[in-house]
């Protein structure tokens, strides 16, 4: 500082609490028109030092915005003064950008300069710290692009007199005190915002209004920065004041207080002011008109605006989701540390059925921070799927449209809106649903082989985009196709299947050398077959303990969770032993008799003549696609055929069996 002869200033840092955007939102909600005009607003700043050492650091002088700053005055809180401000709301992001910054300085600079001439800035001189706000608003995003610009005079170069002292080294010890005293006993601290401090007789604190030439002493201004080697930005306007008021001060030595206040005790003490002797500037003009400077610089050093993103604390459907967030993210800090949340997350679900099973799994995904959710289905909502399926109301049974999985999807969205929901509705094609000839006498597709081709395509392409498959469907046959085509791809699947007092909850072995686990058809030695046929309405239904699907949905939502937390995924093994998984246990299956309230965890080997997950199987649907599934739904025994299966009941029909003698049993 010793070799510095010009005086530099250190301009505003704006600080925009949150709520300030919260109210401003509301403001640009609550307007008729889309009118651009000003607004009055307030901000406030604080001459107020953290330290009382005379050493102080450099700090530049903040100027906070808050909830209050549309008040309609302003409210004093200590030595809280206030910061007059415009606030311009511009309706477009391209008339934000595209206005002119210089001119709206200017404009603004304009109205304070004219409080300088009329003398008001003397009378109330905390009219002299001034800023404007041009900001848009985006009202879908909650985006807010802001800049703030404090306008000031320019000024010619500053040069000091001499080097800045502290104000106790200036002043004697007992003007120190009195200063002190007076300082304390302000009512007003819009008027210490800038005044006249004279020595004789005595040190005595004066209005601004009272400054003369003709009277020696000190100009004084609250200064909210802490540098001791610059002031803050008020001084600058008020250096303006001085040279409009008194001209013939130009170029003449003004001793300028700088107030900096530390509390002591409930005293405020003056340790850390200071003093600087300046040669009072001219103002720096171009053809007669004043030019003024302030436009504050962003967070890249850079003169230009900034953006404020509310939208995880404005947006209702980010609250949600942080909501959400908040309870799973407890889980993980206080019990489970090595919990991988986000693995959850971003796991794509689809759920194959849209009835009591898949609406009670959906809940439980969204519980565990499952976002991406799709339901398959191609029933309607009945009067009696309200009480079993948490998803559907009884409104839903009189909608237009009352498709199970478009409601179910919808429903997910009212309970989280963050989640990306979809329903679709499909019907499954299944062994021993034959579909006809492919092909018609004159030649091309017949109808349904064209409706059945476009269902296998959407199914393939739904699994395909898909990480998890859950089978939650009402027949067994239904689950044959999506098993394969799984398979085919190494996509995990989980298979929940319903007794009236059992149930079935298995995740699918994964394709790949030494799996040893297998799918939900590796026990079965014949295909499936239409399950439904010669049945009666009451035997169609599931029939079904209430309490079964509860705790078989809950059970594979959980098995998911384990298996997703395994380092292996899908491929880790059914070990009892293995706890690589933070959740603990990955079965490969459970099965459960609520009769009893007992549950088995039993491993199911991979059969090698799988009628769904066997390589020859696999190869069949991966090389000739829908023509293959054709074969199994119209040709009957197809699939036992190709696996072998015929060939080992034959052999097993030619074994002689030895038939005991009652004796033979005792």
């Given at each position: 500082?010793?070799?510095?002869?010009?005086?530099?200033?250190?301009?505003?840092?704006?600080?925009?609490?949150?709520?300030?955007?919260?109210?401003?939102?509301?403001?640009?909600?609550?307007?008729?028109?889309?009118?651009?005009?000003?607004?009055?607003?307030?901000?406030?700043?604080?001459?107020?030092?953290?330290?009382?050492?005379?050493?102080?650091?450099?700090?530049?002088?903040?100027?906070?915005?808050?909830?209050?700053?549309?008040?309609?005055?302003?409210?004093?809180?200590?030595?809280?003064?206030?910061?007059?401000?415009?606030?311009?709301?511009?309706?477009?992001?391209?008339?934000?950008?595209?206005?002119?910054?210089?001119?709206?300085?200017?404009?603004?600079?304009?109205?304070?300069?004219?409080?300088?001439?009329?003398?008001?800035?003397?009378?109330?001189?905390?009219?002299?710290?001034?800023?404007?706000?041009?900001?848009?608003?985006?009202?879908?995003?909650?985006?807010?692009?802001?800049?703030?610009?404090?306008?000031?005079?320019?000024?010619?170069?500053?040069?000091?007199?001499?080097?800045?002292?502290?104000?106790?080294?200036?002043?004697?010890?007992?003007?120190?005190?009195?200063?002190?005293?007076?300082?304390?006993?302000?009512?007003?601290?819009?008027?210490?915002?800038?005044?006249?401090?004279?020595?004789?007789?005595?040190?005595?604190?004066?209005?601004?209004?009272?400054?003369?030439?003709?009277?020696?002493?000190?100009?004084?201004?609250?200064?909210?920065?802490?540098?001791?080697?610059?002031?803050?930005?008020?001084?600058?306007?008020?250096?303006?004041?001085?040279?409009?008021?008194?001209?013939?001060?130009?170029?003449?030595?003004?001793?300028?207080?700088?107030?900096?206040?530390?509390?002591?005790?409930?005293?405020?003490s003056t340790a850390t002011s200071m003093v600087?002797?300046?040669?009072?500037?001219?103002?720096?003009?171009?053809?007669?008109?004043?030019?003024?400077?302030?436009?504050?610089?962003?967070?890249?050093?850079?003169?230009?605006?900034?953006?404020?993103?509310?939208?995880?604390?404005?947006?209702?459907?980010?609250?949600?989701?942080?909501?959400?967030?908040?309870?799973?993210?407890?889980?993980?800090?206080?019990?489970?540390?090595?919990?991988?949340?986000?693995?959850?997350?971003?796991?794509?679900?689809?759920?194959?059925?849209?009835?009591?099973?898949?609406?009670?799994?959906?809940?439980?995904?969204?519980?565990?921070?499952?976002?991406?959710?799709?339901?398959?289905?191609?029933g309607q909502v009945s009067y009696s799927n309200?009480?079993?399926?948490?998803?559907?109301?009884?409104?839903?049974?009189?909608?237009?449209?009352?498709?199970?999985?478009?409601?179910?999807?919808?429903?997910?969205?009212?309970?989280?809106?963050c989640v990306v929901s979809n329903g679709v509705?499909?019907?499954?094609?299944?062994?021993?649903?034959?579909?006809?000839?492919?092909?018609?006498?004159?030649?091309?597709?017949?109808?349904?082989?064209?409706?059945?081709?476009?269902?296998?395509?959407?199914?393939?392409?739904?699994?395909?985009?898909?990480?998890?498959?859950?089978?939650?469907?009402?027949?067994?046959?239904?689950?044959?196709?999506?098993?394969?085509?799984?398979?085919?791809?190494?996509?995990?699947?989980?298979?929940?299947?319903?007794?009236?007092?059992?149930?079935?909850?298995?995740?699918?072995?994964?394709?790949?050398?030494?799996?040893?686990?297998?799918?939900?058809?590796?026990?079965?030695?014949?295909?499936?077959?239409?399950?439904?046929?010669?049945?009666?309405?009451?035997?169609?239904?599931?029939?079904?303990?209430?309490?079964?699907?509860?705790?078989?949905?809950?059970?594979?939502?959980?098995?998911?969770?384990?298996?997703?937390?395994?380092?292996?995924?899908?491929?880790?093994?059914?070990?009892?032993?293995?706890?690589?998984?933070?959740?603990?246990?990955?079965?490969?299956?459970?099965?459960?008799?609520?009769?009893?309230?007992?549950?088995?965890?039993?491993?199911?080997?991979?059969?090698?003549?799988?009628?769904?997950?066997?390589?020859?199987?696999?190869?069949?649907?991966?090389?000739?696609?829908?023509?293959?599934?054709?074969?199994?739904?119209?040709?009957?025994?197809?699939?036992?055929?190709?696996?072998?299966?015929?060939?080992?009941?034959?052999?097993?029909?030619?074994?002689?069996?030895?038939?005991?003698?009652?004796?033979?049993?005792?």
């Amino acid at each position: 500082m010793a070799n510095c002869e010009i005086l530099q200033y250190f301009p505003f840092k704006s600080v925009v609490d949150p709520s300030f955007w919260h109210k401003l939102y509301q403001v640009k909600l609550d307007v008729d028109r889309l009118e651009e005009k000003t607004t009055q607003v307030w901000g406030k700043y604080s001459n107020r030092s953290n330290t009382s050492s005379s050493s102080s650091v450099e700090c530049r002088p903040l100027m906070m915005v808050d909830y209050s700053s549309f008040n309609g005055s302003f409210e004093s809180a200590g030595n809280v003064l206030p910061v007059y401000g415009k606030l311009l709301i511009k309706n477009t992001l391209e008339d934000f950008k595209d206005c002119d910054k210089v001119k709206l300085l200017s404009d603004f600079g304009e109205l304070l300069w004219e409080d300088i001439v009329s003398g008001k800035a003397c009378t109330n001189p905390a009219l002299l710290s001034n800023f404007f706000l041009l900001s848009y608003v985006d009202l879908k995003k909650y985006h807010f692009f802001y800049w703030f610009a404090f306008p000031a005079v320019k000024l010619h170069p500053t040069k000091l007199v001499s080097q800045p002292r502290w104000l106790h080294d200036v002043l004697s010890e007992a003007e120190v005190a009195s200063l002190q005293e007076q300082v304390n006993s302000i009512a007003n601290w819009e008027q210490l915002s800038c005044f006249m401090l004279t020595r004789a007789p005595g040190l005595k604190l004066h209005p601004l209004k009272e400054f003369s030439t003709s009277r020696c002493g000190f100009v004084g201004f609250c200064d909210p920065c802490s540098s001791p080697c610059s002031p803050g930005w008020p001084v600058r306007n008020l250096m303006a004041l001085l040279v409009h008021r008194h001209p013939d001060l130009v170029g003449s030595a003004v001793e300028l207080v700088s107030l900096r206040l530390t509390l002591e005790g409930r005293n405020w003490s003056t340790a850390t002011s200071m003093v600087w002797s300046v040669l009072l500037p001219g103002v720096d003009d171009a053809s007669g008109r004043i030019q003024w400077v302030g436009w504050e610089r962003n967070e890249r050093g850079k003169y230009g605006p900034r953006l404020a993103d509310l939208a995880s604390s404005m947006d209702p459907r980010q609250l949600v989701g942080t909501s959400v967030d908040l309870n799973l993210k407890l889980m993980k800090w206080r019990l489970l540390p090595e919990l991988d949340l986000d693995i959850l997350k971003n796991t794509r679900c689809l759920l194959l059925g849209a009835g009591t099973l898949g609406c009670s799994v959906a809940r439980l995904l969204l519980s565990w921070g499952v976002l991406q959710i799709t339901f398959v289905d191609n029933g309607q909502v009945s009067y009696s799927n309200p009480v079993r399926q948490s998803l559907f109301t009884y409104r839903d049974c009189h909608k237009e449209h009352t498709s199970k999985a478009v409601i179910a999807a919808e429903a997910l969205r009212e309970i989280n809106p963050c989640v990306v929901s979809n329903g679709v509705t499909l019907t499954i094609l299944m062994p021993g649903h034959p579909i006809g000839p492919l092909n018609s006498e004159g030649g091309g597709e017949t109808p349904s082989a064209l409706a059945a081709r476009e269902d296998f395509d959407k199914l393939l392409e739904l699994i395909s985009s898909h990480d998890v498959v859950f089978l939650l469907t009402d027949s067994r046959e239904a689950r044959w196709l999506p098993t394969a085509l799984a398979a085919s791809m190494n996509k995990l699947v989980v298979n929940v299947a319903l007794g009236f007092d059992t149930y079935l909850v298995m995740r699918h072995g994964m394709r790949g050398a030494g799996c040893k686990l297998g799918c939900y058809f590796c026990n079965d030695v014949t295909a499936p077959g239409d399950s439904q046929k010669d049945r009666t309405i009451d035997q169609k239904c599931t029939v079904t303990r209430p309490g079964c699907s509860a705790l078989a949905a809950g059970l594979a939502v959980e098995l998911l969770a384990a298996t997703l937390q395994h380092p292996l995924g899908g491929a880790a093994p059914a070990d009892p032993s293995d706890e690589s998984s933070p959740l603990g246990l990955v079965p490969h299956s459970i099965r459960g008799f609520l009769s009893e309230f007992r549950q088995m965890m039993l491993p199911v080997q991979k059969f090698n003549s799988c009628i769904a997950c066997s390589e020859k199987v696999l190869g069949e649907l991966e090389t000739r696609g829908f023509e293959f599934l054709h074969d199994v739904l119209d040709v009957p025994n197809y699939l036992e055929n190709l696996t072998g299966l015929t060939d080992l009941k034959e052999d097993f029909d030619d074994t002689d069996v030895w038939e005991l003698s009652d004796s033979d049993v005792e």
